[in-house]
């Protein structure tokens, strides 16, 4: 199976701040990773895909990139709605699989 | 409007069965990937299982399963009802999640619905 390591799993961050979200693959996934933020109560919701491509509606302040194994999530200032938790899949190879996640607090 | 609404959830037993339903409004199952996942309370996220939709070389689509649920749990589909359905049996604790149902490329998820097993 194909292991996605995220880091860090917590980030305390203030509202404005640049942050940026690592996922790390195992073996090499091309761009096969999507990005998705969730928050308490709700179900996760899309971000990007294919490793760098803006799902529509979402703010231009995300950003995703890289490829192989190595991918990050950017978010270049931060909003009070963007505290959530994020997290990667990979859609190289079944089983499909997530990193372990990031919380993002104030 | 494209959704997903899941329902079926409930408090079942070790051992026991529950059969879970995803009815889609706005698309057509049978023509997408339709994917279930998980997500224990506090825990992160997990696939579980995956339907291909209808195409050339499947008429039926695929079913993919992860190991954890693998002979225990069955994707199915009722293309009249425009719904997806996952069968669980010999269910244990470690199952105790809320369910969600996604669509093709994950860009449209359910509420969820909350599956606990305890005795």
């Known amino acids: 199976d194909i292991q996605l390591t995220q880091s860090p799993s917590f980030l305390s961050a203030s509202v404005g701040d640049r942050v940026t979200i690592t996922c790390r693959a195992s073996q090499d996934i091309s761009t096969y990773l999507v990005w998705y933020h969730q928050k308490p109560g709700e179900a996760p919701k899309l971000l990007i895909s294919?490793?760098?491509t803006l799902q529509s509606g979402v703010p231009s302040r995300f950003s995703g990139s890289g490829s192989g194994t190595e991918f990050t999530l950017t978010v270049s200032s931060l909003q009070p709605e963007d505290f959530a938790a994020y997290y990667c899949q990979q859609l190289k190879l079944y089983p499909l699989t997530f990193g372990g996640g990031t919380k993002v607090e104030i | 409007e494209v959704q997903l609404l899941e329902s079926g959830g409930d408090l079942v037993q070790p051992g026991g069965s529950l059969r879970l339903s995803c009815v889609a409004s706005g698309f057509t199952v049978s023509s997408n990937t339709m994917t279930w996942f998980r997500q224990a309370p506090g825990k992160g996220l997990e696939w579980v299982s995956d339907m291909t939709g209808i195409s050339i070389t499947s008429r039926t689509g695929t079913a993919y399963y992860a190991d954890s649920v693998k002979g225990r749990f069955t994707i199915s589909r009722d293309n009249s009802k425009n719904t997806v359905y996952l069968q669980m049996s010999s269910l244990s604790v470690e199952d105790t999640a809320k369910y969600y149902c996604?669509?093709?490329?994950?860009?449209?998820w359910g509420q969820g619905t909350m599956v606990i097993v305890s005795s």
């Open positions: 294919a490793a760098s």
């Open positions: 996604a669509k093709g490329s994950f860009d449209i």
